[in-house]
C-alpha cells in the first residue's frame, strides 16, 4: 500500500514539474510597429510606400508555440490600418485576429492599438500583414513560430532557417491604384515588378544592386521560410540546378516531398528544406507568375535572387533556371495535389469523420449595376461594376461596427445570417459559354453571413465557374486550418468525386488554390467561437465582394465562450 502511495506521489510531482517546465518555457515576446510612410527607390525612380518600422519588409516575428506574442501598433500614417495575423488559429482571442469591419474598426491615423494573443498548438510559418485596402503590398512581414523549449522539428535540424517573401511592386501609391479601380468599376493597373525580400532583381530597370542574395555553405541544409506576400499573382519559385524538399504548409508539416519547383498563392506559406549540395558557384532563385485566367493582362515579369556559395571558386554570371510558362496548371496542380500531412507531426488531427453543415459553394466574377443614375457608366463589362460573389452574394462590409461586436452585443442590422449553403440555380458551372450569361452574371451587395454551432463540423465544397473568366482562386479561412479533402477539374460530381478523398493524411492548409475551371473540398471544426471571415486572398476580389464569414456560437462553458473585448478596442 505504502508503495503504490509512493507511486501515486511520485506520478503528481512529476506531472507538476512537466507543467511547471511548460510555463517556465513560455515566454510574453514583446514588439513595437511604428507604421508610417516613406521614401525609398525601386526600378529607377523614388516612391512614397507605407512601412512598418521603415523596412521592406517589415520586422520578423520570431516566436515560440505556447509563447505569448504582444505587438503595439503605433498609427503614423494617412490612413486607417489593422494588422491580421494570418493563419493565427486566435484561440478564444478573435479581437486581435485583425481584419476592418469584421473583427475590429480600424486604427485611425495618429492613433494606437495594442494586439496581445497566445500562440498554441502551432508551429512553422505564418505571416503578418495590413488587413484595410491595400497596405499590405508594403505592410507585411514573417511570423516564425518555432517549437517549444525541450521539442524539435520532425525533420533533422538545418543549418540556418531564413525567410524568402514574395512581394508585388507598383510605381504607384497602392491605395491610389485601388480606389481608382473602385471609383470607375473596372479592374486595377497591374504591378509594375515582382520582389524577393522587398528586391526586383537584375531584370528590371535600375536593379542590378537590387537584388536579394543568400549565401551558403557547401554541404549545409537550409529551411526557406517561403511567403507569398503579393496581392494579386500566384507564383512558381525555383532554384536553379537544386531540388527542394517541402516539409511544411501554412504552419502545418507535411510528409516530405521534393520537387524542383513550389507553386504558392497569395497567403500561402511553403516551408522547404535546401540542401547546398552543388558545384560551388552562383545560381538564381526566381519566381514569375502562374496566370491561370485566359485573356487577363497581368505582370508577366520574373524577380531574381542569387544563391551564391561562399567558396565558389569563380565568380561568374549565376546559372538560370528553366521556368514554368505562366499557364502551367500542370505543374501547379501536381504540386498542390501532391502535399500529404504528416500524421506523426505535432499536433496532427485526423479529419473529421461525422459533417454536421454541408456547404456547396460556387466562386468567381460577376457584374453588378454601376450605379444610380439611368446614365452611368462603369469600367466594367457592359458597362457594368465588376463583382465577385459566393453563392451569389457579393459581400460588403460593415462600416458602423465590427461584426464581431455585434456578434458580442447582439446588435442587429449589422448583417444577417442568410448565407446560403448553395447557389440559388444550378448550372454547367465551367463552361466558357455562360461567361457572360446575362440570367447568372449580376449579382448584388449584401453582408451575409453563415451562422453555425460550436463545435459542428464543416464540410465547404468549392465550386469554380467561368463567370467572366476562369482562374485559380486563394480562398482562405480566419481562425482555423482546414484538411484538404480533395481537388479536380470541371463540375464537382459527388458520386465520382467523393470516391478521392483521402482520410488518411490530407494536408492541413488556412488558404486553399481552388483549381482554374475546378473544385476543392474542405473540412474543419468550428471550436471557436466569434466571427471568421472567408475570403479571396486577391486583393483585387476581396473589395469586389469574394467573402462571407463564419460567426460560430458560444460554447457551453466559461472556458469555450469568446470574452469580452479589450477596453482600448478601436472604435468606429
Same mark, same amino acid.
Given at each position: 500500500m505504502r508503495h503504490q502511495v509512493f507511486l501515486l506521489f511520485a506520478c503528481i510531482i512529476i506531472a507538476i514539474?512537466?507543467?511547471?517546465?511548460? /510555463? &517556465?518555457?513560455?515566454?510574453?515576446?514583446?514588439?513595437?510597429?511604428? =507604421?508610417?510612410? $516613406? %521614401?525609398?527607390?525601386? /526600378?529607377?525612380?523614388?516612391?512614397?510606400?507605407? #512601412?512598418?518600422?521603415?523596412?521592406?519588409?517589415? @520586422? %520578423?516575428?520570431? &516566436?515560440?508555440?505556447? *509563447?505569448?506574442? =504582444?505587438?503595439?501598433?503605433?498609427?503614423?500614417? @494617412?490612413?486607417?490600418?489593422?494588422?491580421?495575423?494570418?493563419?493565427?488559429?486566435? /484561440? !478564444?482571442?478573435g479581437w486581435a485576429d485583425g481584419p476592418e469591419f469584421a473583427t475590429q474598426c480600424p486604427i485611425r491615423p495618429g492613433h494606437s492599438y495594442t494586439y496581445k494573443f497566445k500562440i498554441t498548438g502551432q508551429e512553422g510559418t505564418l505571416w503578418w500583414h495590413a488587413h484595410v485596402s491595400w497596405l499590405r503590398a508594403t505592410v507585411h512581414g514573417a511570423l516564425i513560430i518555432r517549437p517549444k523549449k525541450g521539442h524539435s522539428y520532425?525533420?533533422?535540424?538545418?543549418?540556418?532557417e531564413v525567410p524568402i517573401l514574395l512581394g508585388e511592386w507598383w510605381n504607384a501609391n497602392v491605395v491610389d491604384v485601388e480606389n481608382a479601380a473602385l471609383a470607375t468599376g473596372s479592374a486595377p493597373n497591374n504591378s509594375d515588378a515582382y520582389t524577393i525580400n522587398g528586391w526586383p532583381g537584375d531584370l528590371y530597370p535600375c536593379s542590378v544592386n537590387q537584388t536579394y542574395k543568400l549565401k551558403v555553405k557547401h554541404g549545409k541544409t537550409y529551411l526557406l521560410?517561403?511567403?507569398?506576400?503579393a496581392l494579386n499573382n500566384q507564383l512558381f519559385f525555383k532554384i536553379a540546378n537544386h531540388k527542394m524538399k517541402v516539409v511544411a504548409v501554412d504552419a502545418a508539416y507535411t510528409n516530405p516531398y521534393v520537387t524542383d519547383v513550389v507553386v504558392t498563392g497569395p497567403g500561402q506559406t511553403t516551408d522547404v528544406l535546401l540542401m547546398a549540395d552543388q558545384l560551388p558557384a552562383s545560381y538564381y532563385m526566381t519566381a514569375n507568375p502562374y496566370a491561370s485566367a485566359a485573356g487577363v493582362p497581368f505582370d508577366n515579369t520574373t524577380t531574381r535572387g542569387i544563391v551564391e556559395y561562399e567558396d565558389a571558386l569563380l565568380r561568374s554570371t549565376p546559372i538560370m533556371p528553366i521556368l514554368p510558362a505562366f499557364n502551367d496548371t500542370p505543374t501547379a496542380h501536381k504540386f498542390f495535389t501532391n502535399i500529404t500531412?504528416? &500524421?506523426?507531426?505535432?499536433?496532427?488531427?485526423?479529419?473529421?469523420?461525422?459533417? *454536421?453543415?454541408?456547404?456547396?459553394?460556387?466562386?468567381? /466574377?460577376?457584374? %453588378? #449595376?454601376?450605379?444610380?443614375? $439611368?446614365?452611368?457608366?462603369?469600367?466594367? @463589362?457592359?458597362?457594368?461594376?465588376?463583382?465577385?460573389?459566393?453563392?451569389?452574394?457579393?459581400?460588403?462590409? @460593415? *462600416?458602423?461596427?465590427?461584426? !464581431?461586436?455585434?456578434?458580442?452585443?447582439?446588435?442587429?442590422?449589422i448583417y444577417t445570417t442568410d448565407f446560403p449553403d448553395k447557389p440559388p440555380l444550378k448550372f454547367d458551372y465551367t463552361n466558357p459559354n455562360n461567361s457572360m450569361n446575362p440570367a447568372i452574371i449580376m449579382t448584388k451587395k449584401s453582408t451575409k453571413v453563415k451562422k453555425i454551432k460550436f463545435n459542428s463540423t464543416v464540410e465547404?465544397?468549392?465550386q469554380n465557374t467561368a463567370l467572366i473568366g476562369i482562374e485559380n482562386h486563394p480562398i482562405h479561412l480566419h481562425g482555423f486550418n482546414f484538411h484538404v479533402l480533395a481537388q479536380g477539374f470541371g463540375n464537382y460530381n459527388p458520386a465520382v468525386d467523393r470516391k478521392k478523398f483521402n482520410f488518411v493524411n490530407p494536408q492541413e492548409r488556412n488558404t486553399i488554390g481552388?483549381?482554374?475551371?475546378?473544385?476543392?473540398?474542405?473540412?474543419? $471544426?468550428?471550436?471557436?467561437?466569434?466571427?471568421?471571415?472567408?475570403?479571396?486572398?486577391l486583393d483585387v476580389h476581396l473589395p469586389w465582394g469574394l467573402a462571407t464569414a463564419f460567426v460560430v456560437e458560444n460554447g457551453p462553458t466559461l472556458s469555450t465562450m469568446l470574452p469580452p473585448p479589450p477596453p482600448d478596442l478601436p472604435k468606429c
Open positions: 514539474l512537466a507543467s511547471c517546465s511548460s /510555463l &517556465v518555457s513560455a515566454e510574453v515576446v514583446e514588439h513595437s510597429f511604428h =507604421v508610417q510612410n $516613406r %521614401t525609398i527607390t525601386r /526600378l529607377c525612380r523614388r516612391q512614397v510606400i507605407t #512601412a512598418v518600422n521603415g523596412s521592406l519588409p517589415g @520586422p %520578423t516575428i520570431r &516566436v515560440k508555440e505556447g *509563447d505569448t506574442l =504582444v505587438v503595439h501598433v503605433y498609427n503614423l500614417s @494617412p490612413y486607417n490600418l489593422t494588422i491580421h495575423w494570418h493563419g493565427v488559429f486566435q /484561440l !478564444l482571442s520532425p525533420f533533422p535540424k538545418p543549418y540556418r521560410r517561403i511567403i507569398n506576400a500531412g504528416l &500524421v506523426t507531426g505535432p499536433f496532427w488531427n485526423p479529419p473529421p469523420q461525422k459533417v *454536421d453543415e454541408h456547404m456547396f459553394i460556387t466562386i468567381g /466574377l460577376g457584374l %453588378t #449595376a454601376c450605379g444610380k443614375s $439611368r446614365n452611368a457608366t462603369c469600367g466594367g @463589362p457592359n458597362g457594368q461594376r465588376f463583382s465577385a460573389s459566393m453563392n451569389n452574394a457579393s459581400f460588403q462590409f @460593415p *462600416d458602423k461596427i465590427s461584426m !464581431l461586436e455585434a456578434f458580442f452585443y447582439n446588435v442587429g442590422g465547404i465544397v468549392f481552388v483549381p482554374v475551371g475546378g473544385w476543392s473540398v474542405i473540412r474543419f $471544426r468550428a471550436n471557436n467561437p466569434g466571427v471568421w471571415l472567408m475570403h479571396c486572398h
